[in-house]
């Protein structure tokens, strides 16, 4: 898909632009699961244009010191 697909696409799911000279990263934060959810792709630049792009990976961050929920999936919490 283009970037621009790509960045519609994750605005409907719920994330963020993670935003700077160009970006190659999208966010979204699941709260009650205390975790950032960082989609990453082939990247866009300024000036930004379609360009083709592929999704790389995904990365998962927890917002806490620690105290994550063990029961998380008995919770939906996914």
């Given at each position: 898909?283009?970037?621009?697909?790509?960045?519609?696409?994750?605005?409907?799911?719920?994330?963020?632009?993670?935003?700077?000279?160009?970006?190659?990263?999208?966010?979204?934060?699941?709260?009650?699961?205390?975790?950032?959810?960082?989609?990453?792709?082939?990247?866009?630049?300024?000036?930004?244009?379609?360009?083709?792009?592929?999704?790389?990976?995904?990365?998962?961050?927890?917002?806490?010191?620690?105290?994550?929920?063990?029961?998380?999936?008995?919770?939906?919490?996914y």
């Amino acid at each position: 898909m283009t970037t621009f697909k790509q960045r519609t696409a994750a605005k409907k799911a719920g994330y963020d632009r993670a935003d700077g000279g160009g970006f190659d990263a999208c966010r979204k934060e699941f709260r009650s699961a205390q975790i950032w959810a960082d989609l990453y792709f082939t990247g866009s630049y300024v000036s930004e244009e379609g360009i083709p792009a592929a999704i790389k990976h995904m990365q998962f961050t927890q917002l806490n010191d620690g105290a994550f929920d063990e029961d998380w999936e008995s919770k939906g919490l996914y």
